[in-house]
């Protein structure tokens, strides 16, 4: 069976830092990714990337691109299309699968970069929806919507400041929340709530989702009891409900928080000593970012140097 030193589970910008980091110090690291490319959320960021130190990009896919292109210039060792599909914590191994092929790798320290994902309505619809690549970016798409009557979904930043971008752009455009309280800052909030073009909708929740060549309307429930159910016309939905940890490969295995999140010490250490988390898998969404990623990743390899250097 394959053995490597460092296993890393993720390629986007915390699993490529914690490669490069390994490859710098001389690690024997394999980096694991279950899409075509690595870069994870890089792909879904369609504005500015202002905050990165010495790398400022127009968007997400000229970051994936740096980024890769220094991690093969590194040499570093990954394999894409290759999804971890079940951690054996005893006997330190992971299954995989590569297209159809399953193998078995086995590790002596294993990094969690998992990352995270968009959280669902869970609705009927929703996945069809999905499927059919109605799916949005509010900075990027604002001709793509001209004209049309959008719903956006949520309560926190990205809802309000998506239904600000495109109230500009749209038709019409509802922002739906189930509840009567907003996650979203203040002065976001303001903003939507006095802009005449944008309806607020609270304790609405969203029971279906309705089209087969692309959504015609969707399904409201009162939750105040207003009405029962409605049909509201829309032409697109933004599903905006925040982020979810992608850590269904190791619940039970290891400690995690109520929010899902992985739980580390400093040296970002989960309660097994063998197994490490970084970046969105471990990070409250309210601190995660391309930058702290990339600088736990530096954290663990470090922390792994110095414990195989003692060995
Ligand atoms: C719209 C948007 C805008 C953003 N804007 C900014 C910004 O301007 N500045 C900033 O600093 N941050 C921004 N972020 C946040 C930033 O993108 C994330 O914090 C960062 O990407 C987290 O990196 P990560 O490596 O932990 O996880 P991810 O980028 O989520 O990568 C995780 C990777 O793991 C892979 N994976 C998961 N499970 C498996 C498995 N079982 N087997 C194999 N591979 C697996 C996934 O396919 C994915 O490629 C933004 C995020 C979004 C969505």
Not at 128 to 144: C, F, H, K, N, T
Request: proline share 2%; net charge neutral; with cysteine.
């Amino acid at each position: 069976m394959r053995h490597v030193d460092v296993l890393i589970i993720g390629g986007g910008p915390a699993g490529i830092s914690a490669a490069i980091w390994c490859k710098r110090l001389g690690i024997d690291c394999l980096l694991l990714e279950e899409q075509s490319q690595l870069g994870g959320q890089l792909f879904n960021i369609f504005n500015e990337i202002i905050d990165y130190p010495g790398m400022r990009t127009k968007n997400g896919i000229e970051m994936q691109r740096e980024m890769v292109k220094h991690f093969v210039e590194m040499d570093c060792l990954y394999e894409v299309n290759t999804k971890v599909l079940f951690i054996d914590e005893r006997s330190k191994t992971v299954k995989v699968k590569k297209q159809a092929k399953k193998q078995e790798i086995c590790y002596t320290y294993l990094i969690l970069a998992t990352g995270s994902s968009q959280r669902k309505l869970g609705v009927p619809g929703e996945q069809q929806m999905i499927d059919r690549g109605e799916v949005y970016s509010a900075s990027a798409d604002g001709e793509r919507l001209k004209g049309k009557t959008v719903a956006i979904i949520g309560g926190g930043d990205r809802a309000f400041e998506g239904a600000h971008l495109l109230s500009s752009k749209a038709r019409e455009v509802y922002l739906i929340h189930r509840s009567t309280r907003f996650k979203a800052r203040e002065q976001y909030v303001e903003r939507v709530i006095s802009n005449p073009g944008i309806k607020v909708m609270t304790d609405t929740e969203v029971t279906a989702i309705h089209g087969d060549r692309h959504v015609t309307s969707i399904e409201l429930e009162s939750k105040n009891k207003e009405y029962k159910s409605k049909n509201l016309l829309v032409d697109a939905v933004l599903i905006r409900l925040g982020v979810a940890p992608n850590v269904e490969l190791i619940k039970g295995k290891v400690a995690t928080a109520q929010n899902g999140l992985i739980v580390t010490d400093e040296v970002h250490q989960s309660s097994n000593p063998f197994i490490y988390a970084i970046g969105d898998a471990c990070t409250t969404p309210l601190f995660s970012s391309i930058s702290s990623s990339a600088g736990q990743g530096t954290i663990v390899a470090k922390h792994i140097s110095s414990l195989l250097t003692e060995a």
